[in-house]
């Protein structure tokens, strides 16, 4: 593979290392999800990024904004980052927004990029994303 920038091989060396912890969580994710969609019966409309960057104060409370990422799901597609809900349901959600996180990562590093400040950081996310899907798929 020619070298995309100065993060290409090194993000090719750390998904090497990782590889039976990322076999894991997608095996996981897949098992999961079947589960998820044999549950439908539970779906409902979901915020998709319930945070406090997507709240206003109207009248007095907090309401929800910015739903371009709304689905019909399970309700744990808004609660696992809040410890709410199906512990299984749960575990699903938290290991796609782990495994769609050092996907994104790895996209920037298969394209050209420099060594800039952003890209330092996101090498980082990238191998804190892949130890904790290393620790958390040890048991699995």
Not at 19 to 44: K, S
Not at 93 to 101: D, F, G, I, K, P
Not at 110 to 129: I, K, Q, V
Request: net charge negative; glycine share 8%.
């Amino acid at each position: 593979m020619a070298s995309a920038g100065p993060y290409t091989q090194r993000a090719v060396t750390a998904v090497t290392a990782h590889a039976a912890a990322l076999g894991r969580a997608l095996a996981r994710y897949d098992h999961l999800t079947g589960i998820g969609l044999a549950g439908r019966d539970r779906f409902v409309l979901t915020h998709g990024e319930p945070h406090p960057a997507n709240t206003m104060r109207v009248d007095g409370r907090f309401v929800l904004i910015d739903w371009e990422s709304a689905l019909i799901a399970p309700p744990e597609r808004d609660l696992w980052n809040f410890a709410g809900g199906d512990p299984e349901m749960c575990e699903l959600y938290s290991l796609r927004w782990a495994l769609v996180e050092a996907a994104g990562y790895l996209s920037l590093f298969r394209r050209d990029h420099r060594d800039g400040p952003n890209e330092g950081a996101s090498w980082r996310y990238l191998t804190d994303t892949l130890a904790k899907l290393e620790t958390t798929t040890a048991r699995i």
